[in-house]
């Protein structure tokens, strides 16, 4: 089934201008490893959505197998109200595909925790299990009682923020213009596909390597959109421009500076150089409020944009 951290993004924080995970359970930063984003993902997942307290989760806890390494380690241990292990969750990186040797995996582990019931994700599909006597069995019906549904959670910009998507500075005056952008961008009713994209090219104040939107435009172009904190306190929008599988140029937006009418608020990279661009006269952005239409256009904006650079 879908999984349930699929609306859900990892707390992040910066650490001497770099912005590392956040696990707010133990509450340290930690390495951007793409199981470490699942598991805060499904942290979320659990207390937001589902209501779990956070104070009856486990994250990494050493477990004793038997004739095995005595330093592994379960994911996450959700327990009841009883403090007895209720629902152990085994979190591997997106790019793996789910199978049983992974149900076997997490089967021996519990041989240690005894929870009635065991999950596997990927952050995009999820594989419930009840255990009787070291049988697993697929679950029909989840254990899990939701509180509330991603369109319903209170997503304010001290949640943004938290997730590394706005920054500490407010860009516009007006109350609420990222928290309301950025809940209509990463909305469900968008056609876009999600995806974490790995990339290392950075700047001073911003790394690039985040949750893109994933936007076809006509036969070739495929444009990956995002917003980012930066290390300066301000919000950054990234777009990259994908030709027939290439990537062919990328667009960095300092969402502050073109809400304080700078002009110089945009770069343009591409193979035949960085050019200044000013955002304001490519796309529409109302900084008081957010228009309909503007977010769910972006590729259309973008493309004349990038095909005046490829």
């Not at 790019?95 to 065991?118: C, E, F, M, P, V």
């Not at 706005?166 to 809940?183: F, H, I, N, Q």
């Amino acid at each position: 089934m879908k999984s349930g951290a699929i609306h859900h993004f990892p707390p992040t924080v910066f650490r001497k201008g770099k912005k590392v995970l956040w696990n707010r359970i133990e509450r340290k930063p930690l390495a951007n490893r793409p199981e470490e984003r699942v598991r805060l993902r499904y942290i979320d997942y659990l207390t937001l959505e589902c209501g779990w307290p956070a104070t009856r989760i486990a994250a990494e806890s050493a477990i004793t197998v038997q004739n095995r390494d005595s330093r592994l380690r379960a994911d996450l241990i959700c327990y009841d109200k009883q403090l007895n292990p209720s629902i152990l969750v085994e979190c591997k990186a997106e790019s793996i595909t789910l199978n049983h040797k992974a149900a076997d995996q997490i089967a021996l582990y519990n041989h240690s925790i005894q929870a009635d019931t065991i999950c596997i994700t990927n952050g995009v599909v999820d594989l419930w299990y009840g255990q009787n006597n070291g049988q697993l069995s697929g679950l029909k019906k989840l254990p899990l009682d939701h509180v509330t549904t991603p369109d319903k959670l209170r997503r304010q910009g001290d949640y943004w923020q938290k997730r590394g998507f706005a920054g500490s500075k407010p860009v516009t005056v007006s109350d609420g213009w990222e928290t309301e952008m950025l809940c209509r961008f990463w909305s469900d009713e968008l056609p876009w596909n999600s995806r974490y994209l790995e990339i290392r090219h950075e700047m001073p104040e911003l790394s690039f390597e985040n949750y893109y939107r994933l936007a076809n435009v006509g036969e070739s172009l495929r444009i990956a959109m995002s917003f980012s904190a930066g290390s300066d306190g301000n919000t950054y929008f990234t777009a990259i421009c994908n030709e027939a599988g290439s990537n062919r140029a990328l667009l960095i937006t300092n969402l502050n500076r073109a809400a304080a009418n700078d002009k110089q608020n945009s770069t343009i990279m591409a193979g035949s150089g960085s050019y200044e661009v000013d955002i304001r006269q490519e796309i529409p952005f109302d900084y008081q409020e957010i228009h309909t239409g503007v977010i769910e256009k972006l590729p259309d904006f973008l493309e004349p944009l990038f095909r005046r650079w490829l």
